[in-house]
């Protein structure tokens, strides 16, 4: 099993930073795209940036410039630096992971349970 615990949400100011985090921890043999979404009150899920095993990243447009996304392989963690923040980046986010639980298994898709962001303005 792979359990995906994220931290680092809370309440900001409008401007204000906050980092995120999200550990893989259980049988993770290999871990290739890691992401985080958000989802806000009554609206989709979104992804919000991704980062290959290679550190290629891609972002949504609303949050280009603001936020980064990282990764420490060796500790199987992702992190999501927001800076800027603003009262629409208000949802609850959610780390993804494409984990390879065993080497030559099959490659699954996990998710954290959600942290929530909230900015006021």
């Known amino acids: 099993q792979v359990q995906l615990v994220e931290s680092g949400g809370g309440l900001v100011q409008a401007g204000g930073s906050l980092r995120l985090s999200c550990a893989a921890s259980?049988?993770?043999?290999?871990?290739?795209?890691m992401g985080w979404y958000r989802q806000a009150p009554g609206k989709q899920r979104e992804s919000v940036a991704r980062i290959s095993s290679g550190g290629s990243t891609n972002y949504a447009d609303s949050v280009k410039g603001r936020f980064t996304i990282s990764r420490d392989n060796a500790k199987n963690t992702v992190y999501l630096q927001m800076n800027s923040l603003k009262p629409e980046d208000t949802a609850v986010y959610y780390c993804?992971?494409?984990?390879?639980?065993?080497?030559?298994?099959?490659?699954?898709?996990?998710w954290g349970l959600g942290t929530q962001v909230t900015v006021s303005s």
């Open positions: 259980g049988s993770t043999f290999s871990i290739n795209d």
């Open positions: 993804n992971m494409w984990v390879q639980v065993r080497f030559g298994g099959s490659w699954s898709d996990y």
